[in-house]
């Protein structure tokens, strides 16, 4: 998994870059398709200093997304990273559930 971090509005700090790399390998553990990762981290000064943090994980035919908001980016990564488990584990069960429904067509027509 190929993973980048880009910073908008803002000079990123060398160990807020490696938390959030670190988070989103931590993310593979959960499923293991995952093909990229792009974290996009910004600072909005027009909401009372907002830090937004966006995950987008690229899995085979889908991009899921997760974005949180709050006073610290730290915080920003770890919700974000919540709210991927979360559509994860939905998008893990989805392709299991499929490849039963195609297992049991085959065996009707055999």
Do not use: C, P, W
């Not at 949180?68 to 990564?77: E, H, Q």
């Amino acid at each position: 998994m190929t993973t980048t971090v880009t910073s908008r509005h803002f000079k990123a700090h060398a160990s807020l870059n490696e938390y959030a790399v670190n988070t989103v390998e931590h993310l593979g553990k959960y499923y293991d398709g995952i093909i990229k990762a792009e974290v996009i981290l910004k600072y909005e000064k027009a909401r009372k200093s907002t830090k937004i943090a966006e995950i987008n994980l690229s899995v085979y035919n889908a991009v899921l997304t997760g974005e949180a908001g709050t006073s610290d980016f730290f915080k920003s990564i770890d919700s974000a990273a919540m709210k991927l488990r979360g559509r994860l584990r939905r998008y893990k069960d989805k392709l299991h559930m499929r490849d039963r429904a195609k297992v049991r067509q085959i065996r009707d027509k055999v």
